[in-house]
């Protein structure tokens, strides 16, 4: 809930006249069309955030010995290729941390043919009179859809949510909990373009009634739109300001470095990274130490941040779709990854070498079918 800002100006006897209202922290809400708006299209640190796990985690591929789950896994619809599928729900997990996917049928067979992703923004969760999951409704241009579980109790729609202690229904994102980081980030950027359209002269105040006399109403007014029509603007730079009657203009003394505000946008730009699991460093953020180099810091992105939410999707959709699917297995690709080629020769040359295993047992070390 946004918190109105205080409009009280000095108006009584007083040696300073305040021209500008001091305003209340205004933190801005957490629903998920103001963290696409403020977020994801509105802030370049958390946009390439999201953009870096989605890309990343949606380059690793599932398998499936079932062919038909295959053939859902890699062609989900006739519009959409698997990885698009999977890189839109990594989008809205990191944006809203709910993701939705449609299971689509022909009439007469229960058998998935079709995977389709749900608008985040159009889903809510149904809930019956003891607050346990009823089924989802799905807003339309013209009316809603209800989707109710099958007489078997299986769902055609697949929840995708991070754990939100606070709510059981909907998951909680990296960019709702780094949302005070991100209202820091985008009113310090704020500041930086009203201070350059002010032409870099940061405000100050005008003294006045040191013999103890006050402006009216009328004149508090007058001065107060002057100053604001003629003094304020790139194009009223440098431009003269008349004092009359007793006035005395006060500049503000500050730093360039505080008028940029470089330290706080830094900061909050850290906390953004941080919120998502991206090391700064790869963001060119600069202070972050965590990491000695490059590499370090781009194998623990994969390691700590992309490859635990790729194995809970793969799980996940395994689960689901075993409703359907007798014994069906869903395994993350993860021998076409680069950051894991290090690791990945290290344990082949170990199961090699060691000459007390069979073939078999060596094959099911590494992963691979017999």
Wanted: proline share 6%.
């Amino acid at each position: 809930m946004k918190l109105p800002w205080s409009k009280s100006e000095t108006k009584t006897a007083t040696p300073l006249i305040a021209l500008a209202h001091l305003p209340v922290a205004d933190w801005g809400c957490a629903d998920p069309a103001a963290l696409v708006r403020d977020g994801y299209a509105g802030n370049a640190v958390a946009y390439r955030c999201v953009r870096m796990i989605a890309e990343a985690a949606a380059s690793i591929t599932f398998s499936s010995a079932d062919a038909r789950v295959q053939t859902l896994l890699v062609e989900p619809s006739p519009d959409e290729s698997g990885q698009a599928l999977l890189e839109r729900v990594y989008t809205d997990l990191q944006i809203t941390g709910n993701a939705w996917l449609e299971a689509v049928t022909l009439a007469g067979d229960i058998v998935p043919r079709g995977l389709y992703a749900l608008q985040v923004e159009a889903v809510r969760v149904r809930q019956d009179a003891q607050g346990r999951l009823a089924g989802y409704t799905v807003k339309l241009k013209q009316g809603e859809r209800r989707i109710a579980p099958a007489p078997d109790g299986w769902s055609t729609v697949l929840h995708l949510k991070l754990y939100n202690p606070a709510n059981t229904h909907y998951g909680l994102s990296p960019l709702a909990a780094a949302r005070k980081s991100l209202d820091i980030h985008n009113g310090a950027a704020g500041w930086a373009k009203s201070l350059i359209d002010n032409a870099a002269r940061p405000s100050g105040a005008l003294l006045y009634g040191k013999d103890g006399t006050r402006l009216n109403d009328e004149q508090f007014d007058r001065l107060k739109a002057q100053l604001t029509e003629e003094h304020t603007g790139a194009a009223n730079a440098g431009r003269p300001l008349l004092l009359e009657g007793g006035l005395d203009w006060q500049p503000m003394s500050l730093s360039p470095v505080e008028m940029d505000f470089a330290e706080t946008r830094s900061t909050a730009a850290r906390e953004i990274a941080l919120a998502f699991g991206v090391p700064p460093m790869l963001l060119g953020i600069p202070g972050d130490n965590t990491y000695a180099t490059y590499k370090e810091a781009h194998a623990a992105f994969w390691r700590l941040t992309v490859l635990p939410l790729v194995q809970k999707t793969a799980g996940a959709l395994m689960v689901w779709l075993r409703g359907r699917f007798d014994e069906v297995s869903i395994q993350p690709q993860l021998d076409t990854v680069p950051a894991f080629a290090s690791e990945r020769d290290a344990l082949w040359a170990r199961v090699g070498a060691a000459d007390f295993l069979s073939d078999d047992e060596k094959r099911k070390l590494l992963g691979l079918s017999q």
